[in-house]
């Protein structure tokens, strides 16, 4: 199925992430990016591991992570929380600061295209 609604969630606000998950949305994205404050990336990282890990088998296929950009200081710790998922966990580019490829990217796409 093509998704066709993507509901965003700041990764810092987990009390909405139950309530993004019950919503019609086809795909909720747990933002860790523009949506959180510099001072709020290492709770909101937590806050999303701990919903990846508790998210029921059948919820996991509408939920991405949107993760902070390569030359940022996040980036490793970012890939760090998708990368020892049993499940594959979606993950969406950030929004590009500059035009080069980054590591776990597809080939260049539109900022905003996400992927599973």
């Not at 969630?9 to 909720?28: C, Q, T």
């Not at 523009?34 to 709020?40: G, I, M, S, Y």
């Not at 490793?76 to 979606?90: E, I, K, M, V």
Request: aromatic content about 6%; hydrophobic content about 45%.
């Amino acid at each position: 199925m093509i998704p066709r609604s993507y509901l965003f969630v700041p990764g810092n606000r987990a009390e909405r992430f139950d309530k993004a998950l019950a919503s019609a949305a086809d795909v909720v994205v747990l933002d860790l990016e523009d949506a959180v404050v510099p001072d709020d990336k290492a709770l909101a990282r937590a806050a999303v591991a701990r919903c990846l890990a508790a998210a029921d088998a059948a919820l996991r296929p509408r939920l991405v992570v949107r993760i902070n950009d390569q030359s940022t200081p996040w980036f490793g710790d970012d890939l760090a929380l998708l990368w020892p998922r049993p499940t594959r966990t979606a993950r969406c580019c950030p929004r590009p600061k500059r035009l080069t490829r980054w590591p776990g990217c597809a080939p260049p796409a539109p900022a905003s295209r996400c992927w599973r």
